[in-house]
């Protein structure tokens, strides 16, 4: 997992908390959040 590719997804978020922004940006959010769930799991 890329914790920088991570902080960066999520102040682009805090920047631009709104559906179309999110929308646009789906197919980001999707690899974080399997990335991070993947590292959640090994734990």
Known sequence: M????LKQYLTE???NNNR???IMN???YDIL???FLQV???L
């Open 13 to 15: 978020l805090e920047a």
């Open 2 to 5: 890329h914790l920088r590719d």
């Open 20 to 22: 179309p922004w999110f």
């Open 40 to 42: 959640v799991t090994d």
């Open 33 to 35: 959040r399997e990335e």
């Open 26 to 28: 789906k197919p980001r």
